[in-house]
């Protein structure tokens, strides 16, 4: 992807293109309106603000057609439906040159404005509002390249002088066959009664939620270096939380998600039920377990704990845009060509890639959201770091973008994860890690070892201001006893540490390789994503306690238990 084109084009060109693009956007004649609009505005936009001092060099629309529908239930009754349809506009406008404009350093968020279009493809109205925002845009643009100019004069000189925006071809591509079909509202509304009814039986619950909502998006860019991009998206996601309290104020979660691309894409009714009910049971079982001390040894993480492991404390410290700037940590910039990893261990991150093992991946899309097409990075090849996630901010040795420019409408896109896979060639049977774990408490001379079932989520710190540090958080936590005693279930367990000696604690692996499907948030706001990785052994992990009130259960008793009082004392009467 290092592919550069000479910079500028020639304006004239510019203007030929885009009209061109314009009678040309529609294949087998199919009407547009919007992207009709998009070019019509762009065009004369250009024309127009290319006769002034300064001039943006380039400018681009998208726009998101997006249709929500969600649902949430509870206790077996509805809660919330709700159906919206939005079009929301992002303006992006870069003055000065690639090598420095507007949108350096910290006035990156001046190269973006966004407003909402009309519905109705009324071309008029559209125009307006893309003139409207497009001027805005202007104003908050120059405004903001003529403080990086002077910011430049007075600062010293920046470590990384990368240009702030990248040279490439971008294609053209549009995709109008229509996304999967959006269900329903009753069809929704059913799935969150049937699936938080069962939640009533347990009145140690103190609060259950089951929520699903069914995103349908139509994306359309349009760009100032000729190319458009047309493609359909959709998704549905269903979250299913759970809470309860034990006896010393600690709270307990437990949380279940599921993605499809539609509705038969999801795990099937009996699946979906099992998880419920290993849900309700699980919390029984956290609010009699014992509290978890502090601890550092060998610990062995299910697939899905290693999945999340990897996204947190590995996956943020590859994304291209944390290798520059004086308040970043970069934790990688100056070690590509060198080992990061275990040997045995390979990184890629694939957002072209649907499945694995028969489950949709939430990372998932053809072009990111600067119109540049998704594309397999292969991060890290048998343990040693070949490449960074990019968007079209360059970083050194790093000119282009590799398609992982990512953000939520609003927001300028950075270098994100889209589907970080992990794979390994030091594999056991997974019905073997237990004993390797075993085998290691041993070794180690430790009274026990971890075993880390589940989690719900983590988070990372990569800036210089604070300490390097990951955290994990753990909601299904096992002591492993190395003498035969059953495993203990623990509670208020977090896993902490830094991460380069994280990553080169890892022993071995198991075979089979889960997903953990999630949405991430960041400075480019909250996407989806997906994380794989077979489960993993570990020399050591350090874990610390929870924080948690002191708020008591509930004094009243639960509604359920009431009626369960009456029945049994109706029943020895």
């Known amino acids: 992807m290092k592919n550069r084109i000479g910079w500028p084009c020639s304006f004239v060109a510019i203007i030929a293109l885009l009209n061109l693009c314009a009678r040309a956007a529609t294949p087998d004649d199919k009407p547009d309106a919007l992207l009709a609009a998009m070019h019509s505005e762009l065009s004369r936009a250009q024309t127009s603000l290319g006769k002034v001092d300064p001039a943006p060099y380039f400018m681009s629309y998208s726009v998101y057609d997006q249709s929500v529908s969600l649902a949430a239930g509870a206790q077996g009754s509805l809660v919330t439906s709700t159906h919206a349809r939005h079009r929301t506009a992002d303006i ?52 903001a390249y003529a403080s990086v100019k002077t910011n430049t004069q ?57 929520m699903i909502t069914a995103q349908q998006t139509r994306f359309h860019f349009v760009s100032t270096e000729g190319n458009h991009v047309v493609a359909p998206n959709a998704y549905i996601r269903v979250a299913i939380e759970a809470e309860t309290r034990a006896d ?36 029984k079982a956290l609010r009699e377990a014992p509290v978890a001390e502090p601890f550092d040894g060998p610990a062995l993480l299910s697939g899905r704990s290693t999945a999340v492991f990897f996204h947190e404390v590995l996956g943020h410290r590859l994304e291209g845009h944390r290798q520059r700037g004086e308040q970043e940590g970069q934790t990688f910039t100056k070690k590509v060509g060198q080992a990061v990893l275990p040997e045995f261990l390979s990184v890629v991150d694939d957002p072209t890639q649907q499945k694995l093992n028969g489950m949709d991946l939430s990372g998932w899309y053809e072009f990111d959201d600067e119109g540049m097409p998704a594309s397999r990075v292969e991060v890290i090849k048998d343990g040693v770091l070949k490449n960074f996630l990019m968007s079209r901010m360059p970083i050194k040795n790093f000119p282009n973008s590799n398609g992982h420019g990512r953000a939520q409408p609003g927001l300028m896109p950075t270098g994100r994860q889209g589907n970080l896979i992990v794979s390994s060639k030091r594999t056991v049977k997974d019905s073997e890690l237990r004993q390797k774990l075993i085998d290691e408490v041993k070794k ?37 006893y190395p003498d035969g005693r059953p495993d203990e279930l623990l509670r208020g367990v977090n896993v902490v540490g830094t991460p380069l000696a994280a990553m080169n604690r890892i022993l071995l692996t198991g075979e089979k390789v889960d997903v953990f499907n999630g949405i991430c948030g960041a400075e480019s706001g909250q996407v989806p994503v997906a994380a794989a990785a077979p489960a993993m052994l570990f020399s050591d992990i350090e874990v610390q306690k929870q924080a948690h009130t002191l708020n008591r259960p509930p004094i009243l008793s639960a509604p359920q238990e009431e009626e369960t009082k009456k029945k049994d004392s109706g029943a020895q009467q």
């Not at 600690?250 to 419920?276: C, K, N, W, Y």
């Open 92 to 143: 992006t406008m870069r003055i000065g040159t690639p090598a420095q404009d507007n949108s350096h350093l910290q006035e990156r968020t001046s190269a973006k404005t966004t407003g909402t279009l009309p519905l109705e493809d009324d071309r008029d109205a559209i125009a307006h509002e893309l003139w409207r925002l497009t001027y805005e845009e202007y104003r908050k643009a120059s405004k």
């Open 444 to 480: 180690q001379g430790k009274p026990y070892g971890l075993y880390f079932e589940d989690v719900q989520g983590g988070f990372t710190l990569t800036q210089r201001a604070l300490p390097q540090t990951f955290q994990l958080l753990p909601v299904l936590v096992w002591r492993v």
């Open 248 to 283: 010393d104020g600690m709270e307990l979660i437990r949380v279940e998600t599921f993605q499809g691309e539609s509705m038969d894409h999801l795990p099937a009714e009996a699946e979906i039920l099992a998880r419920v009910e290993k849900m309700a049971a699980d919390l």
């Open 154 to 210: 007075v600062q010293a000189r920046e470590e990384d002088t990368s240009p702030d925006f990248s040279e490439e071809k971008p294609p053209t591509h549009s995709d109008y066959n229509p996304p999967s079909a959006a269900p329903d509202e009753a069809a929704l509304e059913k799935f969150v009664r049937d699936y938080s009814a069962p939640f009533r039986k347990y009145p140690y619950i103190y609060s259950s939620m089951v």
